[in-house]
T-cell receptor, first 110, second 111 residues
Framework: AQRVTQPEKLLSVFKGAPVELKCNYSYSGSPELFWYVQYSRQRLQLLLR??SRESIKGFTADLNKGETSFHLKKPFAQEEDSAMYYC????????????FGIGTKLQVIP | NAGVTQTPKFQVLKTGQSMTLQCAQDMNHNSMYWYRQDPGMGLRLIYYSASEGTTDKGEVPNGYNVSRLNKREFSLRLESAAPSQTSVYFC??????????FGPGTRLTVL
């Protein structure tokens, strides 16, 4: 069974401090990992995918297969980063079921 | 390009009433999904459609039915609404490994 664990329901940081949102997964195979963001009362938006190895809005995430983790990081938090962040996993190739974590609420304190 | 659209945005039902939530996408995606979002539980998959003509149960299908009307449209029906179905419902679509695109959500309250 595939599973995504986000151990923190709430993460509070001060503006300008580094941010790390944790995501661990369980999957027997090669997964596709994603981070989604949901700003207050808005739809979920794809933030980044591990396969593209991109940096979006200053956020990066590296897939660590040894630790089965895909933590989301940003060196300096901004107030506009306050939102819900969801980690998600799917398999590779063709149609694959997507599993979401329960989400972490990031609160950036001015 | 509207992306993924959902109607209605808000709905209040009485226990036992029925309703259909509509979803449409204009990105020519093969796969479509219905999720519910509840506080502390994240997103839970209700039903999905891997391609036109197919539908499958997700994690929490009880009390719901779906119809993949064509490639663009995927509707979710509550036959006899219950208070436990009070939630925010999101439709999404995807194609390959690019990730999912979500609609704006429907906020449903069942009294």
């Amino acid at each position: 069974a595939q599973r995504v664990t986000q151990p923190e329901k709430l993460l509070s940081v001060f503006k300008g401090a580094p941010v790390e949102l944790k995501c661990n997964y369980s999957y027997s195979g090669s997964p596709e990992l994603f981070w989604y963001v949901q700003y207050s009362r808005q739809r979920l938006q794809l933030l980044l995918r591990h396969i593209s190895r991109e940096s979006i809005k200053g956020f990066t995430a590296d897939l660590n297969k040894g630790e089965t983790s895909f933590h989301l990081k940003k060196p300096f938090a901004q107030e506009e980063d306050s939102a819900m962040y969801y980690c998600a996993l799917s398999g590779q190739g063709g149609y694959q079921k997507v599993t979401f974590g329960i989400g972490t609420k990031l609160q950036v304190i001015p | 390009n509207a992306g993924v659209t959902q109607t209605p945005k808000f709905q209040v039902l009485k226990t036992g009433q029925s309703m259909t939530l509509q979803c449409a996408q204009d990105m020519n995606h093969n796969s479509m999904y219905w999720y519910r979002q509840d506080p502390g539980m994240g997103l839970r998959l209700i039903y999905y459609s891997a391609s036109e003509g197919t539908t499958d149960k997700g994690e929490v299908p009880n009390g719901y039915n779906v119809s993949r009307l064509n490639k663009r449209e995927f509707s979710l029906r509550l036959e006899s609404a219950a208070p436990s179905q009070t939630s925010v419902y999101f439709c999404a679509s995807s194609e390959g490994p690019a990730g999912q695109f979500f609609g704006p959500g429907t906020r449903l309250t069942v009294l």
